[in-house]
């Protein structure tokens, strides 16, 4: 099954709105949470990370907030505009052996519109 | 400069066929990924590499198979191709023991399509 999921494949917001993505996950042992982003016939680059010890990490106008007990979390994102049209893709994963091991989500399509 | 280069960027082969992706990394990363990308099913991870000659079955590995025989070059073979792996191939790296932040650098796709 689907370790790692997100609820919505595409989502449209206006330009300066706000909105929030949202990614759940099944296994309680993993320690780390990222957002990445990918625009088209482009490479996934991190967005933005948090690590389990702590349940919200801020960085310019994203946000990730981790809910452990609910195996979730989310990333918010204020003043939207349109470079920030992309599919985002959630990832959760641990420690194996030193080395990251990463599952992803299915994608949020995210339009902002002007 | 930090880069993962992967190389074909697009392919196409007919069904049967041998495939050999393969990927390079400039960084000293001990951790090599390949993942394969598809509409509504995102990064699904197929084979991950934590150095030389020792790699892991992802979750999707039936089908592919891996070579790491240097730390730099992480190559994702297909035996007999099949239509149902048209898909894009992504490469990707990470930092291993001691260093490991949790960020994956990704390269920029390779893109098979199998007739």
């Known amino acids: 099954g689907q370790q790692v999921k997100q609820s919505s494949p595409s989502l449209t917001v206006q330009e300066g709105g706000i909105l929030i993505l949202n990614c759940d996950y099944e296994?309680?042992?993993?320690?780390?949470f990222a957002w990445y982003k990918k625009y088209p016939d482009n490479s996934p680059t991190l967005l933005i990370s948090v690590r389990s010890n702590v349940d919200k990490r801020e960085d310019g106008r994203f946000t990730v907030f981790l809910n452990k007990s609910g195996k979730h979390f989310s990333l918010h994102i204020t003043a939207s505009q349109p470079e920030d049209t992309a599919v985002y893709l959630c990832?959760?994963?641990?420690?194996?052996?030193?080395?990251?091991?990463?599952?992803f989500g299915e994608g949020t399509k995210l339009t902002v519109s002007s | 400069d930090m880069k993962v280069t992967q190389m074909p960027r697009y392919l196409i082969k007919r069904m049967g066929e041998n495939v050999l992706l393969e990927c390079g990394q400039d960084m000293s990363h001990e951790t090599m990924y390949w993942y394969r990308q598809d509409p509504g099913l995102g990064l699904q991870l197929i084979y991950i590499s934590y150095d030389v000659d020792s790699n892991s079955e992802g979750d999707i590995p039936k089908g592919y198979r891996v070579s790491r025989k240097k730390r730099e070059h992480f190559s994702l073979i297909l035996d007999s191709a099949k239509t149902n792996q048209t898909s894009v191939y992504f490469c990707?790296?990470?930092?291993?023991?001691?260093?490991?932040?949790?960020?994956?650098?990704f390269g920029e796709g390779s893109k098979l399509t199998v007739l």
């Open positions: 990832a959760a994963g641990m420690n194996q052996g030193g080395s990251a091991k990463l599952i």
């Open positions: 296994n309680d042992m993993f320690d780390y």
């Open positions: 990707a790296s990470s930092p291993g023991t001691g260093r490991n932040t949790g960020q994956l650098y």
